[in-house]
T-cell receptor, first 112, second 117 residues
Framework: DAKTTQPPSMDCAEGRAANLPCNHS???????VYWYRQIHSQGPQYIIH???NNETNEMASLIITEDRKSSTLILPHATLRDTAVYYC?????????????FGQGTTLQVKP | KAGVTQTPRYLIKTRGQQVTLSCSPI?????VSWYQQTPGQGLQFLFE???????NKGNFPGRFSGRQFSNSRSEMNVSTLELGDSALYLC????????????????FGNGTRLTVT
């Protein structure tokens, strides 16, 4: 699976959009981009995933560049409860493996 | 729908002892994976089970083992505990994905915090 690169930390003002970038320049054509977050002392929480089209759900939006070498997770109106470590992961489509390779992620601090 | 349930939530053991952790996946999920999380190494994959068979294994010593039951519930065991085994152990479940299906996300429990003294 391709590796990902994320900034170690970011700040965001409460109520503003949080834009978390991720580079995955070696991604293969059949690899999806997944986003998880982990709030302190809890298990990682699935947020969203996509292949090449932009995706949106009730939690966030995922914007994937046309060349698929990078993506951005957008939390449209960040709240204090969105403070967490955010992980960007790539995973082969249709893979029956439960193995995800986690990097160090981005620690997002939402400030009042 | 209930999420992934892990028991116990906290555990304290002594070096040399063994420990068994339990995981109940989301109803209908047949794949169960285990992860170890430590401050130094982050989240690391231990192994994955599907239909009572281990189908993927991470780079951990043989002291770490697991099994899955016919109802998809899973247990992991660590024998001869070492201080370095102190960690948060996470279980995740997912729907089985078949060739041509869109990948299915893993859903994690809140883990078992193991402290070895």
């Amino acid at each position: 699976d391709a590796k990902t690169t994320q900034p170690p930390s970011m700040d965001c003002a409460e109520g503003r959009a949080a834009n978390l970038p991720c580079n995955h320049s070696t991604i293969s054509g059949n690899e999806y981009v997944y986003w998880y977050r982990q709030i302190h002392s809890q298990g990682p929480q699935y947020i969203i995933h996509g292949l090449k089209n932009n995706e949106t759900n009730e939690m966030a939006s995922l914007i994937i560049t046309e060349d698929r070498k990078s993506s951005t997770l957008i939390l449209p109106h960040a709240t204090l409860r969105d403070t967490a470590v955010y992980y960007c992961i790539v995973r082969v489509e249709g893979s029956n493996t439960g193995k995800l390779i986690f990097g160090q992620g981005t620690t997002l601090q939402v400030k009042p | 729908k209930a999420g992934v349930t892990q028991t116990p939530r906290y555990l304290i053991k002594t070096r040399g002892q063994q420990v068994t952790l339990s995981c109940s996946p989301i109803s209908g999920h047949r794949s169960v994976s285990w992860y170890q999380q430590t401050p130094g190494q982050g989240l690391q994959f231990l192994f994955e089970y599907f239909s009572e068979t281990q189908r993927n294994k991470g780079n951990f010593p043989g002291r770490f083992s697991g099994r899955q039951f016919s109802n998809s519930r899973s247990e992991m065991n660590v024998s001869t505990l070492e201080l370095g085994d102190s960690a948060l152990y996470l279980c995740a479940s997912s729907l089985e994905s078949r060739a041509g299906w869109r990948s299915s996300p893993l859903h994690f429990g809140n883990g078992t915090r193991l402290t070895v003294t």
